[in-house]
């Protein structure tokens, strides 16, 4: 290696996040790491720079802002030996962002040296906390959300601490899931370890640590040249609504104020809504997650995440607000706050990048069901998120029913779901005319209809526009709302709450969740004739002129 | 085997058709090779046969065995050519094909768009029918209906009808009652359905594999009877028979009605070869490495036995069929080098593909590729490409990586040249890397077998990146895949998901049922074919899992599963091989089988050595002398350039050196020895002291 070493050295490391994830993904137990690969991995120096993440969920961007700083406080560095690994969630602390997001951290020695950490995260099924899965958009703080765990040392010198994993598991309402995930993730941040260590032999320290400075300043370089061949110097501002808190009726805004200068972006939060008394609230990471996410849509897709992309943007959101809550405020939901964030900044960013604008999208709408299943005699827990439509896009309709922005997860198959729960689904479809009408339509929701067939099961809901709806983009009409409804059509019909925990379901229940749809791109009078023909005769839309937002029945 | 009998291997390429004839009497063999007709499909084919066949001096009515790979089915779903299909699916659920996963195809790349859909929601009709999980009749089909939605979709037009339904893997009552319908009532319509082409549960992937399926069925089907009868018009009496996704052969007979089994025919050919050199050198743990213009394939044989998977897609559709596990990596000889704007080197993953081309083809190509780098470095030699047939132009190559990354980095063209050749090696070598993690296993532990134009010139390069420590190039690496078909066998694959748990006092027998169901349609597929049940060897498998989890681990039995004894095997192997994949097993847990696989095959007679004569010693000394770069060495070293026909079993050389033959150029860096084996194989080795 001696022509293209910083090169070589870039692609190796994002390489070998790739090989942790990849181990860390097979190696997992839990469905949440295995199926639905909601984790991430990464390398990061001494100094706490991130210098490789790979990741599929992008609320886990920002996993390792506050990692290094934060073990090293509670661990002297002449105190770290080889073989000691670090265990912590607190999103108040090293700011993972929720607390079911447990990070191991091992510190990687070459020669007698600690040059960095190697890192896995993944979500764990359950932390404890109130309700099963940890997560609900009802809980009044943390506290009701799970054990809280500051950086701990699960390994000291190669030997397992039992009692502070026993601790942990404990907490937990799946022991089983929660070991074997975190042996997985052990097995990750081992296989970081010894790449590393390969090309710092390879390299010799002094080299590497130099071509490290250069690849930073490199994608740095890289990413503030997108920024100014992408987006137009100014200030754009963008402003969306969170239906509810969780627990009131009560709106909760999002603003984003953006400042393109050159080949930087500045973000400021300072116009969202203050932090609320439920578990909706976003720690200080989870929002620059989010923008990390937007500013890699506005830049280059592929671009490598590290320390170099970070520097090209300064965020700030007053403490105690929506977007960087204050401990104990609960944050376990945070991902619908982010969703909508995710489009107040995408709606500020297009009009910096118009080539790129997106109109709003329809939000995932999710349940938890639970309760005991007399046919398989077991208590179950299923846990879902559907999706809706994406936003009409400057050159595109918006994708029908697609996961967005900070979440990508795939839905549960159907024989799979009938197989292991007591449900029936009675259908998954198309809303036609969900999505905002437009030059370029929103995309549509879907509706799926779940028949109970048990006694005394319990659901528990999440969303996000059942209130306000995706807005149209430049002319655009608006997305449909979201809803769940009990029992449509029969007497007893009624709306569930947005987001509640435990609401009673009784065996022959028939539960409808509507998902939204994207809002509209550009007036629909420059919509192609031939277009607007294939939607009619595919049923997508009805015929006629734009009839506004179906009502959610 | 009759004495004057030969047998012909074909492969059909993007750009050229390479041909394998082998006489059974005296085990020659032949090779020929002619551009591809991508728009006349049959056209080389044919070609080719009467070609080879006249220059080894054969004829039609002596040809015992004709195997070919056929891309007719890929290329019309790549393009979107297929025929106007429609679907009958339950009510409640047309929009699943739409709908899918609900996953968006880039996580970043907001503009990306998911796959065009194969059936337009028009053409998507719903049925009041359902099954239950268990197999249990909820509603039985209304046939009425079913024959209401057919004639609408006949009325749209319509040439093929795919049909499924929910739980239909559980039982497929309704689909049979609503098959048998369409069938009666429109003749001549191709029809598919679920549990035929893919009896196994998650509805979205096996709906999306159905419509795939009749999609391709109407096209496929013309294009076999059509080459059926040229083949004839040559006097081959026999069959011919294509290339399945799992590594045989199927006769056309039911290829035409499972199009869907040859989607990923086309790297087979190669991993056959492959399977049959590590079994002939008793090396069983092996990496296939094919190299081409755009991208490289790699397969890992383990135990002898290349690893399978059940779940593949293409261009974003999921497709559930049993495929040879080959992992295609966007890495090739016209692999773009780039810099970034931060000034980074990059190599791919845009491809100069054939048309432009690297640089130094001339043909308007500007952008530098690896090719390109290669002829900078001296490794390849610009008039000597495919025996003289492809000349380049080395100025062109020096110019365009001048241009795009010498000058921008402020290096020589030599210096940028060996940036790009090392970046590309090490970025190769990460993803055989990562295709090894991702199946828990590690490189070291087997061989680096390469093939395909360009897998020689860089196999020791990305060998020594991973730490292989031996690298085979077989004889004829440029037409192994035509060679490769030589090898295989006629093979049937089914499946079956029926989720049964172990505990359950009737667990055996229901166990029994579906093997028993198995067996019935392994057999009618042979019968179809011509084959005799008797004449199959039967392999089974069981993908399994604890009760909880939800995903399986598959299993192979030679017995069948219902066998108490064989049971007993797989539930022990099942632990093992969690144990191995997971870290942990559950002993005091009980399973859940889950989908039970049978493979039935047809031993096809063959040669031994398919390997090719070795050359004459004599012409060894005849060596020219060329400079090659070499980073090892600090630059430019005069290196022996050595023809691969002049080397014979024995003869060793040692690096640096390049071997030259008509269809590929081997680059041994110094510090590496190659030496030929019985079997006229290159067997790359480094040295100790460089590793």
């Not at chain 2, 996704?245 to 025919?265: C, E, K, N």
Request: aromatic share 6%; proline share 5%.
């Amino acid at each position: 290696m001696r022509y293209a070493q910083v090169e070589i050295i870039a692609s190796a490391l994002e390489a070998t996040t790739r090989e942790m994830n990849a181990t860390l993904v097979r190696t997992a137990f839990s469905p949440n790491v295995k199926e639905r690969a909601d984790c991430s991995t990464a390398l990061t120096d001494m100094q706490g720079r991130t210098l490789a993440l790979f990741t599929n969920a992008p609320a886990h961007l920002g996993a390792t802002l506050r990692l290094v700083p934060e073990i090293l406080k509670r661990f002297p560095l002449e105190t770290i030996r080889p073989g000691d690994a670090f265990l912590a969630n607190d999103p108040y602390i090293v700011g993972v962002t929720h607390l079911n997001d447990c990070t191991v951290a091992a510190p990687i020695f070459v020669e007698g040296e600690a040059v960095g950490f190697s890192v896995a995260v993944a979500h764990h099924s359950d932390v404890g906390g109130r309700v099963p899965g940890s997560e609900a958009g009802d809980s009044n703080s943390i506290y009701q959300e799970g054990i809280r765990i500051p950086p701990v040392q699960i390994y000291r010198a190669g030997e397992r601490r039992n009692d502070i994993i026993e601790l942990f598991l404990l907490n937990s309402r799946t022991p089983h899931f929660g070991e074997g995930d975190l042996l997985a993730q052990m097995a990750a941040a081992d296989r970081g370890i010894q790449r590393v260590q390969e090309l710092f032999g390879r390299v010799g320290t002094a080299a590497m640590l130099e071509r490290i400075d250069e690849m930073l300043a490199a994608a740095e370089a890289r990413t503030r040249h997108q920024i100014r061949a992408n987006l137009k110097p100014g200030r754009y501002s963008a402003e969306d609504w969170l239906d509810e808190d969780g627990i009131s009726d009560n709106p909760i805004k999002l603003a984003a104020d953006v400042t393109i200068e050159d080949g930087h972006i500045h973000i400021d939060l300072s116009r969202c809504g203050k932090q609320v008394a439920s578990g909706k609230n976003m720690p200080w990471t989870h929002t620059l997650s989010t923008v990390y996410y937007c500013l890699k849509v506005f830049t280059e897709p592929n671009q490598p995440i590290n320390e170099g992309l970070y520097r090209c943007v300064t965020v700030i959101a007053p403490e105690g607000s929506i977007a960087n809550c204050r401990a104990p405020a609960g944050v376990s939901s945070r991902g619908l706050t982010s969703m909508i964030l995710a489009d107040c900044l995408i709606a500020a960013l297009g009009q910096a990048a118009p080539q790129r604008a997106l109109a709003p999208s329809g939000t995932y709408q999710g349940i938890i069901l639970s309760g005991y299943d007399p046919v398989r005699s077991r208590y179950f827990i299923d846990y879902e998120n559907f999706s809706g439509g994406q936003g009409g896009r400057v050159s595109a309709d918006g994708m029908d029913a697609v996961q967005l922005h900070i979440t990508n997860t795939s839905n549960l198959p159907i024989e799979s779901m009938e197989a292991e729960f007591p449900v029936r689904v009675e259908r998954y479809e198309l809303l036609p005319d969900t999505g905002g009408r437009g030059k370029y339509r929103g995309g549509l929701g879907v509706v799926r209809d779940l028949r109970i067939l048990a006694e005394d099961l319990n659901v528990a809901t999440r969303s996000a526009r059942q209130k306000f709806p995706a807005a149209g983009m430049a002319g655009g009409d608006p997305g449909s709302l979201g809803a769940f409804i009990l029992n449509p059509g029969a007497e007893d019909e009624r709306r569930l709450p947005s987001t509640k925990s435990e609401i009673a379901l009784a065996k022959g229940d028939l539960l409808r969740i509507l998902t939204p749809g994207g809002g509209g791109f550009g007036p629909e009078s420059e919509r192609d004739p031939n277009r607007l023909a294939h939607d009619i005769a595919d049923g997508k839309i009805s015929g006629g002129s734009a009839a506004g937002t179906r009502s959610a029945a | 085997m009759s004495a004057m009998s030969v047998r012909i291997g074909v492969d059909v390429g993007g750009t050229f058709t390479d041909l394998f004839l082998v006489e059974n009497a005296t085990g020659r063999t032949h090779r020929h090779k002619l551009p591809s007709t991508p728009r006349r499909p049959t056209e080389a084919l044919i070609e080719g046969v009467r070609q080879i066949l006249a220059n080894a001096g054969f004829e039609g009515g002596d040809v015992e065995f004709l195997g070919l790979g056929t891309t007719v089915s890929t290329n019309e779903l790549l393009e979107r050519k297929g025929a106007l299909t429609g679907l009958i699916t339950t009510r409640g659920f047309r929009d699943l094909l739409e709908i899918g996963r609900q996953s968006r195809p880039h996580v970043y790349d907001l503009f990306a768009s998911k796959p065009a859909v194969l059936v337009e929601r028009r053409r998507r009709l719903e049925v009041t029918e359902r099954i239950d999980f268990d197999g249990s009749v909820l509603r039985p089909v209304d046939t009425e209906e079913v024959r209401e939605a057919a004639a609408e979709l006949v009325r749209q037009g319509v040439k093929s009808i795919a049909i499924c339904f929910v739980n239909a893997y559980a039982n497929p009552e309704n689909e049979i009652a609503a098959a048998t319908a369409i069938r009666q009532g429109w003749p001549d319509l191709y029809v598919s359905v679920s549990h035929e082409i893919s009896p196994e549960f998650r509805e979205f992937e096996r709906l999306s594999s159905v419509v795939v399926n009749s999609y391709l069925m109407p096209g496929t089907d013309t294009y076999l009877q059509e080459f059926e009868h040229q083949v004839k018009t040559l006097g081959i009496r026999q069959q011919p028979l294509f290339m399945n996704s799992a590594g045989g052969v199927m006769a056309p007979s039911l290829a035409a009605q499972r199009p869907i089994d040859t989607l990923f025919s086309g790297p087979s050919g190669g991993v056959s070869a492959a399977r049959h050199i590590a079994d002939q050198i008793d090396t069983p743990d092996l990496i296939t490495f094919d190299m081409g213009g755009t991208s490289t394939d790699v397969c890992m044989i383990r135990g002898g036995e290349p690893e399978m998977t059940h779940n593949r897609s293409i261009d974003g559709v999921p497709i559930r069929a049993t495929a040879l596990d080959v992992h295609t990596v966007g890495a090739g000889g016209s692999s773009i080098a780039w810099i970034d704007a931060g000034g980074l080197l990059h190599v791919g993953p845009e491809s100069a593909g054939a048309q432009p081309g690297p640089a130094c083809y001339g043909r308007g190509g500007e952008n530098p590729t690896v090719t390109d780098a290669n002829i900078v470095l001296g490794r390849l030699h610009p008039q000597h490409l495919l025996g003289g047939r492809l000349q380049v132009d080395p100025a062109l190559a020096r110019a365009a990586i001048q241009d795009k990354i010498a000058g921008p980095k402020g290096m020589s063209v030599e210096e940028a040249a060996a940036a790009i050749l090392e970046l590309s090696n090490h970025n190769i070598a990460q993803a055989v890397r990562y295709v090894s993690v991702e199946r828990g296993l590690d490189p070291q532990d087997f061989m680096l077998m390469a093939f395909g134009g360009a897998g020689p010139l860089h196999a020791a390069f990305v060998a020594r990146e991973l730490g292989i420590r031996r690298v085979l190039i077989p004889g004829s690496p440029g037409v192994l895949c035509a060679m490769g078909v030589l090898t295989k066998d006629v093979r049937v694959d089914s499946s079956r998901t029926r989720i049964l748990d172990e505990r359950s006092d009737k667990f055996l027998d229901q166990l029994r049922w579906v093997v028993d169901e198995l067996d019935e349609t392994a057999e009618r597929s042979l019968t179809l074919q011509g084959y005799k049940r008797q004449a199959a060897r039967l392999e089974y498998s069981a993908d399994l899992r604890y009760v909880g989890q939800n995903y399986e681990i598959n299993i192979r039995s030679a017995a069948p599963p219902s066998d108490a004894k064989a049971w007993a095997d797989m539930r022990q192997a099942f632990h093992a091989a969690h144990k191995r994949q997971y870290g942990y097993a559950s002993l005091d847990k009980p399973l859940q089988m889950v989908t039970v696989r049978l493979t039935a095959v047809v031993p096809i007679e063959r040669p031994d050595n398919l390997g090719g004569a070795a050359g004459d010693a004599e012409n060894l000394t005849e060596q020219a002398n060329r400079r090659v770069f070499f980073a090892e060495s600090g630059g430019f070293v005069s290196t022996p350039v050595v023809q691969r026909d002049a080397l014979t079993q024995g003869n060793s050389v040692a690096g640096p050196a390049i071997i030259e033959q008509m269809d590929t150029t081997t680059i041994l860096p110094p510090g590496f020895t190659a030496s030929v084996d019985d079997h006229n194989n290159l067997i790359i080795t480094q040295s100790e002291e460089s590793l």
